[in-house]
């Protein structure tokens, strides 16, 4: 017995024909991962992407984290730089995932703790982490102890170097709740 065949889609239309609301009504009917794969290669031809993601920025939060895939798909880290700092927690939160890959400057990453509430702050720390930028997190860590105290600077002290870990280990150990992630 056959599969029953895929409902036929429109051709992947011209980077220069689609306004956000088009290029979101194009995409809407695809399955998740067709679509995504989609909105990348459109984000790498479109040569009007900057006013698209302006448009797209203004809209709802399907719209704006359509903008962000977009931005990354692209590569356009001014605007995933700007979104590290802008005011959806949610979409700060997803442009985190672009600093683990991207060239984001660690400014930009750490401009996110800002006026972050604890989880934003908790996953900037894993961010920091796991994209191995650890004179980022060393400069950080004094400022994160006085500021938010001990708990929030040992979750900080995995993004640290070997070095950093023994200075601040013995004043930070009470706080630890991963050991094996030091």
Do not use: K, N
């Amino acid at each position: 017995m056959r599969p029953p065949e895929p409902a036929e889609q429109p051709a992947t239309p011209t980077p220069e024909t689609l306004s956000g609301a088009e290029l979101l009504a194009w995409v809407e009917p695809l399955p998740y991962a067709r679509r995504m794969r989609e909105l990348a290669l459109y984000a790498r031809r479109a040569p009007h992407l900057p006013a698209l993601l302006a448009e797209l920025r203004e809209g709802d939060a399907y719209a704006r984290r359509t903008a962000l895939h977009l931005a990354m798909a692209a590569r356009d880290l001014p605007f995933i730089e700007e979104t590290l700092s802008g005011p959806d927690l949610d979409l700060r939160r997803a442009a985190l995932r672009a600093a683990r890959t991207l060239p984001i400057p660690d400014a930009a990453v750490v401009a996110a703790l800002e006026d972050a509430p604890v989880r934003l702050r908790l996953a900037v720390y894993r961010t920091l982490a796991q994209s191995r930028r650890r004179a980022a997190a060393e400069a950080l860590l004094p400022g994160v102890r006085t500021r938010w105290g001990d708990r929030e600077a040992a979750a900080l002290l995995p993004a640290c170097g070997g070095t950093a870990v023994a200075e601040w280990l013995p004043g930070l150990a009470h706080a630890v709740t991963s050991w094996t992630s030091l």
